[in-house]
């Protein structure tokens, strides 16, 4: 599916004013955390919900959210969709997004697993903008328990 095929659709996340244009056949978000427009595709618009729901639902600043970074695992370039971070500069939470028509799966929380080997975050998010799970991380238990919601940004 093109970008200028995919129509958004509401989400089982609060709705935002978000700033979208057209430009030829390709329709653009805007995102607020990288300062940019980007091609609307499904995944895109799961993701710029879910910043959006950390920042106004969950109380994050701005300032401790990074989209789309990178990490390195087992020598492959991976992206993490969004982390965040506390104010002392620690990953405190990692998401993966999924578009809406991505049924989430075992596979789902493998990927993000995977990527929480190298980032060692202790909050861990799963959302393909229709279902959301969320977990916490004991890494001295070496376990996880799924939580019924995020937490909202603590300043200390």
Not at 123 to 152: T, W
Request: proline share 5%; aromatic share 12%; glycine share 4%.
């Amino acid at each position: 599916m093109s970008a200028s095929q995919f129509t958004p659709k509401r989400l089982n996340l609060p709705d935002y004013p978000f700033k979208i244009k057209q430009s030829g056949r390709d329709t653009f978000i805007f995102d607020e955390i990288r300062k940019k427009f980007l091609v609307l595709t499904p995944e895109e618009w799961v993701r710029q919900h879910f910043v959006q729901y950390l920042i106004h639902q969950k109380k994050y600043p701005k300032t401790c959210i990074r989209v789309e970074g990178g990490l390195k695992l087992n020598s492959l370039q991976k992206r993490t969709d969004i982390v965040v971070f506390n104010l002392s500069g620690e990953m405190i939470l990692m998401v993966e997004c999924k578009a809406p028509h991505v049924k989430i799966s075992q596979d789902t929380f493998d990927q993000i697993a995977r990527y929480n080997l190298v980032h060692k975050t202790p909050l861990l998010a799963v959302s393909n903008g229709m279902e959301h799970f969320f977990s916490e991380i004991d890494f001295e238990e070496r376990n996880y328990k799924f939580i019924s919601e995020l937490p909202s940004f603590k300043r200390t």
